[in-house]
């Protein structure tokens, strides 16, 4: 008998519309609890009591509906009884921020961080040198001899009696080339990344600047591993899109020599120009020689990134010298990834 | 290297157009500095005339009346006042409405009435239109062009300049022929060499004594005679315009077209002012010879300059300085309005050390850009050669007497080098076809001496000293053959993991664990200027100085990071009254040279206990964050510290396990007065010697176990006297209490004020106790606080 189903669904319904209207009313919880599960008045109770009168088709599909409802109001009356006894202390959900204050890494040493990860990935080891140094290892090593006309290029920061501060994180490699010779630590590969110096200033160039210098050292490896982990790295700090280019150059450590740019983009006017970023090349066979290696045995490349160059493509920071200033203003501005 | 497009194709054939050209110069040899188009420069409105008539003008005796045809079908009045004017010139027209002149000269041509007739434009002078200095005249065009032309275009001047970075190693490109080769090599196109006239030795017109061959290796001189001095040729002077050089006379100007053709220096002596040496044959001798220091050249850019022992110098029969060898002449024997026998000189100077002379004077000329880096000796007949051919068709009449060369340095030529195609492609990566590699020599002036299947041997050009081994070969081949086909490749072999570094770890760690509590890295350039450093208190004497400082403001080195703190806190951050910056990084002195260091400091409206215990914070952790076997500790005794910008009885040592590795301390008002520091003067500074703590063995803290069982905690006020101190009240809590259950005790709250009695403070502690293994019982915990409770009564 569908109408009597339906007519004892709609009594089931009521009863549980009545409770939740009362728990919107606020009505005390215990006579809510009274009307519906009263052993007398209980309107559920007696909805209940009258189930073994009904049909078997009836209690089939009665009986579970009932009990559902059953456990359903028990647990609505319960949580209304709770949150009338525990009510949400006011407060305006608008308020602004506390002013927390926030530390920063310098977008330098994070840059460093994130390349040397990089090259971590690619087996490279860091490593760091004295940024005083003779110029036997900024020049004479690196195959730069002291009337080399490559010189002026430097603009070298002399210090007193032969010392200077090195112009480029190249210096590096004949020491360590020599140690991991007599270590017995050969193929190398090694990144150094540090402070360096040049005297000049503008927009573009910073009296002490940073660069990341890579080497790799081996049996056989060619200018096309050069490029292609050139290009990786390029790849991996801005991402898949990055436009590189290689092209000749000339530097008398590297054999032969080249550059690297990159196209930037100011994604305020949309201009786009090339800058470069890094130098490199295959390892001259004098400065192998220099360094004890036998150029006829192994090979190897080297590069000099420039550290400030990404993160001003990175940023749209236009002046070098703003890095520099250690406004807070700007280094809260880039607070890494702490 | 300012190339002209249109100049350069006269020594290359080439379809590229100049945006192309200039492209391909990048991906082949030389990166492009910038391009600027000539037609742009000179105003669109200005234009060739044709004077067909001149008239005196009736109101003014300084004044005349030309009728000019501009190619507009109708003639133009225009008044003008230069002497030179006269019927048949071909002269420079500014249209009404034409700009001329910069800045403050600009002005802009209109049609006015001068003295009753009106002008219709201005025919200019060269000065007026900023391409001469002659403003005593109009322009004369030589050669008839069609009137209306854009006289850019007229006078040779419509051309586009590649501006080209030339590296050090590739003198032979401060040329056009150099230049051009290049094009000819990546284009495959032809090559034409200018046309020159032939030179014979004949009688030597100078005798020349070289005393040093190795400062110079050859000397070439040329006498011409019948030399009329006058401007050189309209389309001369636009080319030398265009590559950046201020056109002179006809034989300046030519030596100089010739230095950019040619890429050899050249130098001019009036042969008359040159002494007469003592031979029979009554001709002027000249030596080569390096200079005694303190000499002196009177140059003829009316400079004096006092020389070093080893310039080099070339001296007349008197011994006396006539040039200044690869840099300047002497002021005595130069080219004049009236000399009309020219010496020429053509010569091959030791560039290292034109160099070094050309630094120490302080001048860097065209020639000594040239010199310095190692020239052709081959060339310098060459040219002379092209320079008797260009005065020749100048100067009608002009006599070649005769030619003194002398070259010593003959036998210094290039050994051949041997490649083998395997060893080509071991270097690049890539295989370049034997007849790629032979296309892309032989254009470049190798010359192939013999070629099998596995290789070839070649000798390369005398212009390319820069070439001595194999792998400068192989990058003339990969830079011509394409660096941009080179294949991206990933280096092969196992990638072994990289041996961790622990010194940069731990700096990298500390910095992370600093910025974690608030704080801001710095990295401040290391200088700092001597008013600085007094500023600050420091003396100049334990500093590195710079003795060529680019500015004063750069002249020391720093020893502490607190000079450029300060510098900061006044400057970049002077609006910030809150901050907290630190940095990792070098500092200098003699005797240490260079050491790391960790510094910091904190500025602050606070009172400094407030702040201090702020620092304390920031510090707190620190040791562990650097992988170090035990935390910083403060110790307020040590008297060995002491920094003069900060206040003695603040100064707390740093110590690492019992040593003493930095300090911590208030900066004096008086040092923040000096540096201007007018807010957050509340300013601790902090230094950390990391040398030795670099290299510390990492610590690998391991887990200390967990509290398992509930803990009891306690607050405790004490009234204590004013002087003693929180640590002497923590330390004798810290013995009196049950140790084997105190877990923690911090500091809550100080109070004072005058109701608690004199010089008394009241201190709230919070105190956790736990049994670790065990639940702790109430009472234990109730004598532990009463035997602390009883302790502390006694500091009273």
């Not at chain 1, 290029?153 to 994180?169: A, C, M, N, V």
Request: hydrophobic letters at 40%.
């Amino acid at each position: 008998m569908p109408s009597n189903i339906s007519q004892s669904q709609t009594t089931l319904d009521e009863i549980r519309s009545s409770v939740y209207q009362q728990i919107e009313a606020k009505a005390d919880p215990e006579s809510i609890r009274l009307a519906v599960f009263g052993r007398k008045q209980g309107t559920l109770t007696a909805f209940l009591k009258s189930l073994p009168s009904l049909s078997e088709e009836e209690k089939r599909q009665l009986g579970p509906q009932a009990n559902q409802l059953k456990k359903e109001l028990e647990v609505a009356i319960a949580n209304y009884e709770e949150s009338s006894q525990d009510s949400c202390p006011v407060f305006d959900r608008t308020i602004p921020a506390t002013q927390v204050t926030q530390g920063s890494l310098h977008p330098v040493s994070s840059m460093i961080a994130e390349m040397c990860g990089i090259f971590a990935d690619l087996g490279f080891e860091v490593v760091e040198g004295p940024e005083i140094v003779d110029e036997e290892d900024n020049f004479e090593s690196l195959n730069i001899t002291t009337d080399h006309p490559a010189r002026d290029g430097h603009k070298t920061i002399f210090l007193e009696d032969g010392w200077l501060l090195r112009t480029q994180t190249s210096s590096i490699q004949v020491k360590e080339m020599q140690r991991r010779l007599k270590s017995k630590q050969l193929p190398i590969r090694i990144v150094a990344p540090g402070k360096t110096y040049r005297r000049e200033t503008d927009a573009t160039h910073s009296p002490m600047f940073h660069q990341l210098e890579a080497l790799l050292v081996d049996n056989q490896t060619t200018l096309s591993d050069l490029k292609g982990t050139m290009q990786y790295f390029a790849k991996r700090l801005f991402g898949e899109d990055i436009q590189t280019r290689f092209r000749p150059h000339f530097f008398p450590f590297t054999e032969p020599s080249a550059e690297l740019d990159m196209l930037w983009k100011d994604k305020k006017t949309g201009q786009t120009r090339w800058l470069e970023v890094a130098g490199c090349g295959m390892v001259h066979p004098k400065v192998m020689a220099n360094a004890g290696l036998n150029p006829r045995i192994y090979q190897g490349w080297a590069f000099g990134f420039s550290i400030e160059r990404p993160i001003m493509i990175r940023h749209g920071i236009s002046d070098i010298r703003q890095l520099y200033a250690n406004s807070v203003e700007l280094l809260d501005q880039f607070p890494s990834q702490l | 290297m300012k190339i002209a497009y249109r100049w350069l194709l006269d020594y290359v054939k080439t379809n590229l157009d100049v945006n192309d050209l200039a492209e391909r110069f990048i991906f082949t040899s030389s990166e492009v500095e910038g391009m600027e188009s000539w037609a742009d420069k000179l105003p669109e409105l200005l234009v060739v005339g044709y004077v067909k008539d001149v008239v005196a003008h009736p109101n003014a005796d300084r004044l005349r009346v030309a009728t000019v045809d501009t190619g507009e079908g109708k003639d133009r009045t225009i008044v003008c006042g230069a002497p030179n004017l006269a019927v048949g010139q071909t002269v420079a027209v500014a249209l009404p409405g034409c700009s001329l002149g910069q800045g403050t000269e600009a002005f802009t041509i209109a049609e006015r009435e001068v003295r009753g007739i009106l002008s219709k434009g201005m025919i200019c002078a060269e000065a007026e239109i900023g391409i001469g200095a002659d403003a005593s005249g109009i322009m004369v065009l030589e050669h008839k062009s069609k009137p209306g032309t854009r006289l850019a275009e007229a006078i040779g001047l419509a051309d586009t300049v590649i501006d080209l970075e030339i590296t050090p190693n590739r003198p032979d490109l401060l040329s056009y022929l150099g230049l051009a080769r290049e094009v000819s090599t990546f284009d495959r196109s032809k090559l034409i060499e200018p046309n020159s006239h032939p030179l014979k030795k004949g009688a030597p017109p100078v005798s020349l004594d070289i005393l040093d061959h190795k400062s110079c290796r050859r000397y070439s001189a040329l006498l011409l005679e019948n030399v009329v001095i006058g401007p050189s040729p309209r389309w001369m002077q636009s080319r030398l315009l265009l590559s950046g050089q201020k056109p002179i006379n006809n034989v300046v100007d030519t030596l100089n077209y010739v230095m950019l053709e040619l890429g050899q220096p050249l130098h001019a002596f009036d042969y008359d002012k040159l002494p007469i040496g003592p031979g029979i044959d009554q001709i002027p001798s000249l030596a080569v010879r390096e200079a005694l220091a303190g000499e002196k050249i009177n140059g003829l850019d009316g400079v004096t300059r006092t020389l070093f022992a080893g310039d080099i110098v070339i001296v007349d029969q008197e011994n006396k300085i006539s040039a200044l060898a690869g840099i300047i002449g002497g002021e005595e024997s130069a080219v004049s309005q009236t000399t009309t026998k020219v010496l020429l000189e053509s010569a091959n100077f030791h560039g290292p050390q034109i160099r070094r002379t050309s630094s120490k004077v302080g001048l860097r000329t065209e020639a000594s850009t040239r010199f310095e880096k190692g020239l052709d000796p081959e060339q310098t007949v060459k040219a002379l050669e092209r320079v008797a051919y260009l005065l020749k068709e100048q100067i009608p009449g002009l006599k070649l007497s005769g030619l003194s060369d002398q070259y010593s340095g003959k036998s210094r030529s290039h050994s051949a080098l041997e490649l083998s195609f395997e060893g080509i492609q071991q270097v690049l990566g890539i295989h370049v076809s034997a007849s790629e590699c032979r296309s892309i020599l032989t254009r470049l002036g190798f010359k192939y001496l013999n070629s099998t299947k596995s290789g070839f041997s070649v000798l390369p050009p005398s212009w390319r000293a820069d070439i001595t081994l194999n792998e400068d070969v192989i990058e003339e081949i990969v830079r011509i053959w394409g660096y941009d086909r080179v294949p991206s490749t990933i280096p092969a072999g196992a990638i072994k993991a990289p041996k961790r570094n622990s010194v940069i770890e731990r700096k990298q760690a500390a910095r992370e664990k600093l910025a974690r509590s608030g704080m801001h890295e710095c990295i401040h350039l290391p200088f700092c200027s001597k008013a600085q450093l007094e500023r600050t208190g420091f003396s100049t004497a334990q500093l590195l100085r710079l003795p060529n400082p680019a500015s004063m403001e750069a002249e020391y080195l720093v020893n502490s990071h607190l000079v450029n703190f300060l510098g900061n806190l006044s400057s970049a951050n002077r609006n910030q009254n809150e901050l907290a910056l630190f940095e990792i990084g070098k500092v200098f002195s003699p005797e240490s040279t260079e050491r790391e260091v960790l510094s910091a400091i904190w500025r602050s409206e606070k009172q400094p206990e407030q702040l201090l215990a702020v620092v304390k914070a920031c510090l707190q952790g620190l040791g562990r964050s650097m992988h170090l076997a035990s935390e910083f500790t403060y110790n307020y005794q040590e008297k060995g510290v002491s920094n003069p910008a900060l206040y003695p009885e603040s100064i707390i040592a740093i110590t690492y396990q019992g040593k003493v590795v930095g300090q911590l301390g208030l900066v004096r008002n008086s040092k923040l007065d000096g540096w201007k520091i007018r807010s957050g003067r509340t300013c601790f500074f902090l230094e950390i010697n990391l040398e030795s703590l670099l290299n510390e063995p990492w610590h690998q803290y391991q887990l200390t176990e967990l509290l398992s069982h509930p803990s009891i905690e306690r607050d405790l006020t004490a009234l204590i006297k004013e002087d003693i101190s929180i640590a002497e009240l923590l330390a004798k809590v810290e013995e009196t209490a049950n140790r084997s259950i105190l877990h923690s005790v911090n500091l809550t709250t100080i109070y004072r004020d005058k109701s608690l009695g004199e010089n008394q403070k009241a201190v709230t502690l919070h105190l956790v106790f736990n049994g670790r293994n065990r639940t702790l019982e109430e009472t234990e915990v109730k004598s532990s606080l009463e035997a602390i409770e009883r302790a502390l009564t006694k500091l009273k």
